[in-house]
């Protein structure tokens, strides 16, 4: 993505070729070398340290561990690490990324060579990961009362059944989540991910396990910490998460504030919240004429009307109207019911799974889940 800078890692036992790299790399801002490993037997280790993005290995390597079976040992470590080889036209070596090798280098380069490659390798790596199989989708009001955080929680609960979700807390300051699942202070939190690059066992510390079987990433439990997440640091988590999970449900929070569209503009799908408030509608207008400015294609978004049989004298036509766009899905209201639920921390689709309103739900679930078949396949033939 844009801005973002590449962390790469080099494993050479040649000082020329090491000193000859970051002579070529110094001039730019991208790529940050992170340091030169001389040693094959010392690679996995390193890259669990210092967490690169992309690693560049000699297939000449001298010593125990060949090229090859450091390219091979880094991605049987550490699949999301990308390894570019470098070779010499009479050691020819073929990208083979089952083997560890996503992209070759051959020596002589130049400069444009290298930040070419390693840019190139990134992004593929990127969009692979973008294409893992997951769908994002983000619940989200410009205004705060509409029962996104409920939505998104039951929602969330409904599509776990048969299908790996998580759920984000997207509501950094105060952490809605927290609120409405009751989860103890001393629960970990996106803030106890590394600041550096985040694996697969990192995020597996710091997920709440819910007992409806989902996994939840809690935002801080205190308003000040929210400072502490950057917007790097949400793409990283949203990044691995998405390669973990077939569904990525994430609650926003009221606005269009950076860390707020940092979540949408991850998204696959956009769910916005709304109910017949005139408040609500104006500011879903608003927050329409701004993704239209931004650039979101209309398949990126959908509206869902809560509350849908309580419309306070304003029509569904009307309402539309207002929107420009037509309502994608209803969900009916049941005070009692969600009041206890959400007072007991408990999704009401679990405990009353024949009441209309989870019913709704479901069927919101499972028109998501049929986008998300049809997402696999035309994927399948592409490749």
Same mark, same amino acid.
């Given at each position: 993505m844009a801005g973002e800078q590449i962390r790469l890692l080099v494993i050479e036992d040649v000082p020329q070729v090491a000193s000859h790299m970051r002579s070529l790399l110094n001039a730019q801002t991208q790529i940050k070398m992170l340091d030169v490993v001389t040693s094959g037997d010392k690679a996995v280790p390193t890259v669990a340290e210092m967490r690169p993005d992309i690693v560049i290995v000699d297939a000449l390597l001298q010593?125990?561990?060949?090229?090859?079976?450091?390219?091979?040992?880094?991605?049987s470590a550490d699949p999301t690490v990308a390894v570019v080889m470098l070779t010499v036209p009479q050691n020819p070596v073929t990208q083979d990324p #089952?083997? %560890?090798?996503?992209?070759?280098?051959?020596?002589?380069?130049?400069?444009?060579?290298?930040?070419? &490659?390693i840019r190139k390798t990134h992004e593929d790596r990127s969009a692979e990961s973008a294409?893992?199989?997951?769908?994002?989708?983000?619940l989200f009001s410009p205004k705060g009362g509409v029962g996104r955080t409920t939505l998104a929680y039951n929602l969330a609960? #409904?599509? %776990?059944?048969?299908?790996?979700v998580c759920l984000v807390d997207g509501s950094?300051?105060?952490?809605? &989540?927290?609120?409405l699942l009751r989860v103890p202070a001393v629960a970990p939190s996106i803030v106890n991910l590394p600041t550096d690059r985040i694996r697969e066992s990192d995020l597996a510390d710091v997920v709440w396990k819910d007992p409806s079987g989902i996994d939840i990433l809690l935002a801080p439990p205190r308003v000040e910490m929210a400072e502490m997440v950057t917007t790097r640091d949400i793409e990283k988590a949203l990044g691995i998460i998405r390669k973990l999970y077939e569904f990525v449900i994430v609650d926003t929070r009221a606005g269009l504030s950076d860390d707020v569209l940092v979540f949408l503009d991850a998204s696959d799908l956009i769910l916005q919240v709304l109910t017949y408030d005139s408040m609500a509608i104006r500011g879903l207008a608003m927050?329409?004429?701004?993704f239209t400015?931004?650039?979101?294609?209309?398949?990126?978004?959908?509206t869902i009307l809560n509350r849908a049989d309580a419309n306070g004298g304003i029509s569904k036509a009307d309402l539309e109207e207002a929107l420009g766009q037509a309502i994608d899905f209803e969900i009916v209201s049941d005070g009692r019911l969600v009041l206890t639920a959400n007072n007991e921390g408990a999704p009401f689709v679990s405990s009353s799974p024949e009441a209309p309103i989870s019913q709704g739900?479901?069927?919101?679930?499972?028109?998501?889940?049929?986008?998300?078949?049809?997402?696999?396949m035309a994927l399948a033939g592409r490749t």
């Open positions: 010593g125990r561990m060949s090229g090859i079976h450091v390219a091979e040992a880094i991605r #089952s083997r %560890g090798i996503d992209a070759v280098l051959k020596m002589p380069f130049t400069g444009f060579d290298l930040t070419t &490659l294409r893992s199989g997951s769908m994002m989708i983000a609960v #409904s599509l %776990g059944v048969g299908h790996r950094l300051q105060f952490s809605d &989540l927290r609120g927050a329409s004429e701004a400015a931004i650039g979101y294609p209309p398949a990126k978004l959908a739900l479901r069927q919101v679930a499972g028109a998501l889940v049929a986008v998300q078949s049809e997402r696999g």
